[in-house]
């Protein structure tokens, strides 16, 4: 079989005919096995002496047997991880399509810029005398992330997401006791992030689910009708996790504060409309701002996330310490309740330092390096480049909530796999092969056998192009009923298809030596 650029690939004939190799490797893609069956306890890749005399002081409970842990010599050990890491995806090897995710490219800028020893080799225990620069940096992140939200004040702890949510919430319950109320419930659309619920739930709350209309969003009418004055919040996400901007949002937000209740918005999308809105003015209480998704940074499995909270001016008394202050120019950075400024409330530590100082920079640099024209470009990019693919899909793939535009990733539905046999996981195992991360799939559950796709402003339109190419071949394929081109799939990956479920229900997370066998 000849590919795009007229060169032979391995599959058909030509691979059936390829000879077997002894070493199972299949040239650059090797076949790695386990560090514990390449170890042998007996090698180490370090030289330190046996000790003698020591005396161990453990009182008896020191180790009597072995750990198993597996020995290799350094190259051995390199070699390993290494290879491994040629199996991996990321977004420096390709498009990461995964929705709801961003995976944005992480400029290298900002990678030097974390790594310079003034900020690299600070340690938070180190006394706030020895670190302005860095307190001055948090403080200027902080006045960024106001001014691009039109919100008064920041909560730069929280270390993710989820984390600022629960932030936010906490601001939320705090200010509510302050006004003697307890209240019980929050209202999360079906559609949010599993986060949302669950933070509500972690704080005590009872959940309830606001269903969405069937054009995606939500309808004002339905949040005014699960309001009273037990509901302390609702959690909105905007835009969407469908990818769609809720343009009702300031109706949601004048019911809910007529109800007494607070406007929680999960900032995760945010890249999708910096420097286009502000959800300040649209009414938003508490709003998180995933750094790792808007102001790039790699993550994922990867890198540390930071999740800064912005807040309106009915909480901002409440956010937790620590937090840097400006007095007269000069950053402090607030420990303790008490010390802080007059009218300050904070409803407790929320974690033992002040956030991500390494993300902090990088988001920092993300954001002078782009300047408010360039942040305001990149969403306008981001918006563009989901738009992009929706138009060269639209006709092949389904789009469940009816042909308009999208903010900045485009959702569809697996109706256009109706009578093929196939399902939205075959048709991600495939993109596999054409050397592609899978889109999310499978979210937001509200649309059946949802595949989400965002290509973030950072890729060019040839690559765009040739994903929407590689995407409209397996949709025709799957069209055409060549069912074997998925049901296997994936067939080029150092793995075949897994069965993810027993993986996740019962994963084997140890590792036995095999027992040696009988003589006979
Ligand atoms: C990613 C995401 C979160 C959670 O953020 P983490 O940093 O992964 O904890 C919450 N809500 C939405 C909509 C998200 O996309």
Redesign the pocket.
Known sequence: MLNRQGRQTDTGEAAAAAPGTFTGNRALRIEEALIFEIGRPEVTGVDLEEGDGVVPRLGGLERAARIGLPGLSEPETLRHYVRLSRMNYGIDTGVFPLG??TMKHNPRLNEKMARLPGFGDVHPLQPASTVPGALELMAELGRWLCVLTGMPAVALSPK????G?LCGMMAIKAALAARGEKRSLVLVPESA?G??PATAALLGYRVETVPARSDGTVDPAEVEKHLSPDVAAVML?NPN?CGLFERDVVAIADAVHRAGAYFYA?G??FNAIVGKALPGELGVDAMHI?L??TFSTPHGGGGP?A?PVTLSAALAPFAPVPYVTLEGGTPRLVEHAGEGEAGRAPFGRLSAFHGQMGMFVRAMSYMLAHGSDGMRQASEDAVLAANYLRAGLKDLMSLPFGDRPCMHEVLFDDHWLDGTGLTTLDFAKAMIDEGYHPMTVYFPLVVHGAMLIEPTESESKASLDLFVAALRDLAMAAHRGDKARFTGAPHYAPRRRLDETRAARTPVLRWTPPQPQAAE
């Open positions: 709801s995710c993710a997401g989820a984390h949510e992030h986060t949302n996400t996790t999960d995760a999308n995933n790792h998704k996330g999740g």
